[in-house]
DNA sequence: TTGGAATGTCAACAAGGCTGACTTAAAATG
DNA sequence: CATTTTAAGTCAGCCTTGTTGACATTCCAA
């Protein structure tokens, strides 16, 4: 992993300041990367990354409430309210009232909505496809457990919630 | 890797469509947390993150000029100014003209910002450190070989040039 | 029937991106 | 030496996306 030596041998080299700054500086430049394409995408249209956040999500969970939405992206409902509608507005989301909680608004994509998504998405995850094969199927478990890792415990189990049975 | 099983069997199933679309939103998640106890920090005083990163990059390449910072980070002089500035003010960063070329301003940490800067990155190794733990060496080494091969060719080199000589 | 939850909306504000225009100083180049 | 280019800084204005606070509406549930 690097031509250093730690006291302790290689057990617990990955774990010295200077690999965890490696670590820290690898996460902001993936990230980068990682929302490049769509961005790009999103800038020829009057549309942010926070509408592509919103987009993915209603495509991964057809039908969540607003509130969903909100713990997922970790947003305020006014910071929300502003995106989602302009997406109403252009016709990509639909807000269907709840048939058990009428106060309840669930959210799905139209087809212009869906369409736009997978453009986006299609975008982000040819890069990543490219990744993972480069890097490999272990190193790609390996990614995810470390990123799980990383996530807050609360985040942890939306995440899981999102995959819950598909994944 | 999961239960599910695609045509061409188990080397290739990590690159469904799915399997995709759970690493993104396992990239979304885990940098929310990466950020996210840095930024409780940063909340008390008169800092956001670009001040954090800013900080971050001095403390890796002490004497990096304004235009080299500007690379790194991917912002514009005028947005990196800003930041700049109040941290010159404050007096966490000094400014120093080339000796050899005296338009260049070459940037460092002063104690203080050195202080901050520390107490920053301890927030966030922490967690990076307990990510790393629980996850197990050869997680890790996966985990940079993917953020490794999802940033783009030009900031992939700027990670390197970095590290270039300490590992 | 009343309290609280879910949603939506208005207004104001801040951080941190951006562009464009312009200055200064110094280096590089003809 | 004159000119052009480069590095840095600054001013003004704009956009996106986050924040609070206040308030209205609707409707479930005790």
Do not use: C
């Not at 390996?142 to 799980?148: D, P, S």
């Amino acid at each position: 992993m690097s031509e250093g030596r730690s006291p302790q041998g290689e057990t617990l080299l990955f774990l010295t300041d200077e690999q965890l700054r490696q670590g820290a500086e690898a996460m902001f430049f993936a990230y980068r990367g990682f929302t490049a394409d769509p961005d790009r995408i999103l800038d020829g249209l009057s549309y942010g990354r926070a509408h592509h956040r919103a987009l993915h999500f209603i495509q991964t969970a057809p039908g969540t409430t607003v509130n969903n939405l909100l713990t997922i992206l970790g947003v305020t409902k006014q910071s929300l309210n502003r995106v989602l509608r302009t997406l109403i507005e252009d016709g990509l989301v639909q807000s269907q009232v709840g048939r058990t909680d009428k106060r309840e608004r669930h959210l799905y994509l139209t087809e212009a909505g869906e369409a736009l998504e997978r453009e986006l998405s299609d975008a982000q995850r040819t890069r990543m496809r490219a990744a993972f094969r480069d890097a490999g199927p272990e190193a790609v478990a390996g990614f995810r457990r470390v990123l799980e890792a990383m996530m807050d415990p609360e985040l942890r189990r939306q995440y899981h919630k999102l995959r819950g049975g598909r994944g």
